[in-house]
């Protein structure tokens, strides 16, 4: 078996193509690239069509949307950051403490007379240190970031309780100032802390689709190995993007203790669920290698109208639970009939 | 002498108690060279060669590159070197675009660190065009896990040729491969060479390794248990040459250099 008589290969860099390189253009590309966005639409188009089909009185009202949009930026932030650390095939179930951590800081910091932009410098600090923590428990001790950062739940969420005696700290002083106005102001009737989740959606949009940081991590939730032999530095990526994680939990715990106008030691804890689910619905799987920042916020929202939606459409409370639960599961399961079909 | 662009001393690696190298010498030319690593399963080629790209770190020995002693041996310094690796298992992350698998690790970026996406995905088509490894249409957008065994080979070998290295080293690249898209990774080892590329590769078929290669490693148990040139030998002699070496390992009582575990 001799194989010396092969045709040699021509190195000419501009001969034409030996195929037609087929290049679909325009609304297909869109539509493929961004199918699980676009899926994650559907199920709030979905759900927005039953809520004002059954409670039309609520869901055609403007007033009801200020409501969701008050709260809605905290979820958004979150769920945002939390896209990077599930598509490079971790998570973090940390952030509603340390988003709580971020708050007591923020708020210990501007009660004791800190300039209040200074001490949101501060809490996004503690918020990005937290964050930095979990990535050295993940990347140095080599542990489950599923257990690590659940026990970094609870053990920040004791730091706080013992810290502050269980007592809060009001905010009320800081009501009508011009930092609360930039903060979580209105603007014609519209939340000014909406305009900063949908900011930093963006920015985050841009580095998940646009930058470096965002192609190593998929690259490194896709296949580690092959991310190691291609010289990215793994470890760095997964901290990287748990400071992310952090920092976006300092920020919206900052919008959240100026929402509420105080800090409470429970602050956050209510989160956890609801900010998965919204990943998920958003359409980011949970294998990670590929995710969806646009689908995030998409599924923030959907979570955000789930629990009004609910009430508004005149089903006893008793059924809250029941119904949130089989709308997270028949989302989760339209973006399974949607994936891509690989061989 | 002129001097040799790597050489490794005395390189010893082992995982656990498992022995997988044990004071490995081997150097490569400062002309290009083509040269076969073989040696049968467990051997230790694999992690000769990814000693050689940076990926794993040895347990102690010494690298140089062009008679300079490099110390803390890493993907980022081999790269620097301009040595470029093919891995067995491709290395290639398949949810994400050709062009991505690519560029992975060295994006081009502008300002920030943003990603050139446009300028990647024409450096990639023109890459696929060049190694003409297409049974079907696809372009430089196409999600990896969407082509075959064979084009994914492609896009591995596309990715090491685009970097245009001095030291090229292919992990089997022709398994899985069928005959004329081995023919072509050979043929662009030649062409690489004529270039300026040396080349390692790793070959179970000693045919293919004997047409190609100068020049011959061979590996048992951790250990470089013979160098030949291709003027020295014949395929059949180097044949007969494994075979020799594998009888010789299954016989205890010959030897008895107490490195068993096989």
């Given at each position: 078996m001799m194989t010396s008589q092969v045709k040699p290969l021509s190195p000419d860099l501009d001969r034409p193509p030996p195929h037609k390189v087929e290049r679909k253009r325009g609304i297909i590309v869109f539509m493929d690239r961004n199918r699980r966005a676009l899926s994650a639409l559907l199920v709030l188009a979905g759900l927005m069509l039953v809520f004002i089909l059954l409670g039309p009185s609520t869901f055609l009202n403007p007033l009801i949307y200020t409501a969701i949009f008050r709260t809605l930026p905290i979820p958004i932030l979150l769920t945002v950051s939390l896209v990077f650390v599930i598509v490079e095939g971790e998570i973090d179930l940390s952030f509603g403490s340390i988003l709580g951590l971020s708050t007591w800081a923020f708020a210990a910091a501007v009660a004791s007379g800190w300039n209040p932009f200074l001490s949101v410098v501060f809490a996004l600090v503690v918020g990005g240190c937290t964050g930095f923590v979990n990535g050295l428990i993940v990347t140095r001790l080599g542990l489950s970031s599923l257990v690590s950062t659940l026990?970094?739940?609870?053990?920040l969420r004791g730091l706080i309780h013992v810290g502050t005696q269980g007592n809060g700290i009001s905010l009320t002083f800081l009501n009508d100032t011009p930092f609360y106005q930039v903060s979580v102001g209105s603007v014609w009737g519209f939340p000014v802390h909406m305009i900063w989740g949908l900011a930093f959606a963006a920015v985050a949009m841009l580095l998940f689709n646009h930058h470096r940081f965002g192609a190593h991590v998929c690259c490194v939730g896709d296949n580690p190995e092959s991310s190691r032999e291609m010289g990215i530095n793994v470890p760095r990526v997964k901290r990287l993007a748990f400071i992310f994680v952090g920092i976006a939990s300092g920020m919206a715990g900052v919008l959240s203790g100026l929402n509420n106008q105080m800090f409470y030691p429970g602050s956050g804890e209510d989160l956890l669920m609801p900010v998965l689910a919204a990943a998920f619905v958003g359409g980011t799987p949970t294998w990670g290698g590929v995710g969806t920042v646009a689908g995030a916020v998409i599924g923030a929202c959907s979570v955000g109208v789930i629990e009004t939606g609910i009430v508004a459409a005149g089903v006893s409370h008793l059924y809250k639970n029941f119904f949130y639960g089989l709308i997270i599961i028949l989302a989760v399961s339209g973006h399974k009939l949607n994936e891509p079909q690989y061989r | 002498m002129e001097t040799r662009f790597l050489e490794l001393k005395n390189i010893t690696k082992s995982f656990g108690k498992v022995s997988a190298l044990d004071r490995v010498n081997l150097f490569i030319k400062g002309e290009p060279e083509i040269v076969a690593l073989i040696g049968d399963n467990g051997a230790g080629k694999s992690t000769l060669i990814k000693i050689i790209s940076g990926v794993l770190q040895p347990d102690s020995g010494e690298i140089y590159v062009k008679a300079e002693k490099v110390d803390h041996w890493s993907v980022a310094k081999a790269r620097a070197a301009r040595i470029e690796t093919v891995y067995q298992d491709r290395a290639l992350v398949v949810q994400q675009t050709i062009a991505r698998n690519i560029f992975m690790g060295r994006e081009k970026t502008g300002f920030l660190g943003f990603v050139r996406g446009k300028e990647q995905s024409i450096e990639s088509d023109r890459l696929m065009r060049m190694i003409g490894f297409t049974s079907k249409v696809f372009s430089s957008d196409s999600v990896v896990a969407k082509l075959s065994g064979g084009e994914r080979g492609g896009v591995a070998i596309a990715r090491a040729m685009y970097f245009e290295a001095d030291l090229l080293i292919l992990d089997e690249p022709t398994t899985a491969l069928s005959l004329t898209e081995s023919e072509k990774v050979f043929d662009f080892v030649r062409k690489a060479k004529e270039r300026g590329t040396s080349c390692i590769f790793i070959s179970h078929n000693i045919y293919h390794a004997y047409d190609v290669a100068e020049r011959f490693?061979?590996?048992?148990?951790?250990?470089?248990?013979?160098?030949?040139?291709?003027?020295?030998?014949?395929?059949?002699?180097?044949?007969?040459?494994?075979?020799?070496?594998?009888?010789?390992?299954?016989?205890?009582?010959?030897?008895?250099?107490?490195q068993g575990g096989r």
């Open positions: 026990g970094m739940s609870f053990l | 490693i061979i590996l048992d148990r951790g250990r470089v248990v013979r160098e030949i040139d291709k003027e020295q030998t014949t395929a059949e002699k180097l044949v007969r040459d494994l075979q020799e070496i594998a009888h010789r390992g299954h016989r205890p009582a010959e030897g008895g250099v107490g």
